[in-house]
């Protein structure tokens, strides 16, 4: 169910597996000036969830951030069918039943312009994760460039975080750092968000950061902001 975070600011936790891995995923709900609703990394769907989230406003965008965060864009679709489209650079060639959706950059879209940031992760073509900003909340939202995975649900799920170099700490799994195929232009990107001032970080997998946020994730950067 939705939990509120922030200001105008909200998440519904979902369990998932990736690679038969329970590590749940995060949708993150954010408010905009006007009413309408941002759903970053839409999840799976139940009455009671569609019914929390109606409570809220209108439905405004529904954003795929990355190009492995797109499973549940057509189920969110059918919800809220006047809901825009919004993912990243790899969906549409993968995702042929995208093709018409807006492609996300680096710079936000009229619906949240002024209200949502965004820098575009280039580097890595196979990821185009997409990062936000919440001025209003000071809240960075990522999707799969940190886990904060502190108490593992499982032995298996505790054994995939070890092997990833992310176990019990905000870090950067190994497994999406062997994505990064142009570093130099990654640290571009990475320098840009730490322009912004927040002070809470929310993720796809795992525990929000709600202090020291920008220092723990400028640490656990040095991967690439050191390149």
């Known amino acids: 169910m939705l939990q509120k975070i922030g200001e105008e600011l909200w998440v519904a936790d979902h369990d998932f597996k990736m690679m038969g891995i329970a590590l ?10 006007d009413g309408g609703l941002f759903l970053h990394a839409p999840g799976p769907l139940s009455p009671e969830l569609i019914e929390a989230i109606n409570a809220l ?7 795929a951030p990355n190009d492995f965060h797109h499973l549940f864009v057509q189920e969110n679709r059918l919800a809220w069918p006047d809901a825009s ?37 280039r580097g890595a073509p196979k990821v185009n994760e997409v990062v936000f900003f919440h001025p209003l909340s000071r809240t960075l939202v990522l999707t799969d460039l940190a886990f904060n995975v502190i ?16 176990s019990g700490r905000l870090a950067t799994s190994r497994l999406l750092k062997s994505m990064y195929r142009d570093r130099a232009l990654g ?11 927040f002070d809470r970080i929310l ?22 902001l050191d390149t």
């Open 187 to 197: 640290r571009v990107s990475a320098e840009k968000i730490f322009d912004w001032d």
């Open 57 to 63: 406003g209108p439905v405004r965008c529904l954003v």
């Open 203 to 224: 993720l796809c997998h795992g525990d929000a950061v709600e202090a020291d946020a920008k220092a723990k994730l400028k640490a656990e950067f040095a991967w690439l």
């Open 85 to 121: 489209v919004h993912v990243s650079a790899g969906l549409p060639a993968k995702r042929p039943d995208l093709a018409s959706a807006s492609v996300l950059g680096d710079t936000p879209p009229d619906l949240w312009d002024g209200e949502i940031e965004q820098v575009w992760m």
């Open 24 to 33: 749940g995923t995060r949708t993150t709900v954010i408010r905009l000036g």
């Open 151 to 166: 108490n593992p649900s499982s032995f298996r799920v505790r054994v995939f975080m070890r092997i990833n170099g992310a």
